[in-house]
């Protein structure tokens, strides 16, 4: 089993900065699991964001969405079992509610059926 615990949303003004983190927990999680954020915005079906996942020796993969390339960056940090989204230059469109997900394989993050998800943070984005 693993736990995803979401943190650090929050009202923000349009061309601010939010950094939003996931603590995973549980005996199902490793470094080498794959981890990715989704969001779901009012009448809309739930998207996916970016995705984290290591690959060969040591290195690490990342994917962005379209729509956040460039200004959205995610990282994870092993030695506390916890990945982040740092969102940059944020507009009124990225408003939704931010969902950590998390499992064994990274093509199952990428298309949204992973097997672990957490409850979700708020991301108010004011124009």
Not at 1 to 12: F, K, N
Not at 27 to 46: D, H, M, N
Request: net charge positive; aromatic share 12%; with cysteine.
């Amino acid at each position: 089993q693993v736990q995803l615990v979401e943190s650090g949303g929050g009202l923000v003004q349009a061309g601010g900065s939010l950094r939003l983190s996931c603590a995973a927990s549980g005996r199902g999680f490793s470094s080498r699991s794959a981890l990715g954020w989704f969001r779901q915005a009012p009448g809309k079906e739930r998207e996916f964001v970016a995705a984290i996942s290591w690959v060969g020796h040591n290195a690490y993969y990342a994917d962005y969405a379209d729509s956040v390339k460039g200004r959205f960056t995610i990282s994870r940090d092993n030695t506390k079992n916890t990945v982040y989204l740092q969102m940059n230059s944020l507009k009124p469109e990225d408003t939704a509610v931010y969902y950590c997900a998390a499992d064994n394989s990274a093509p199952r993050i990428r298309t949204g059926s992973a097997a672990y998800w957490g409850q979700g943070t708020q991301v108010t984005v004011s124009s």
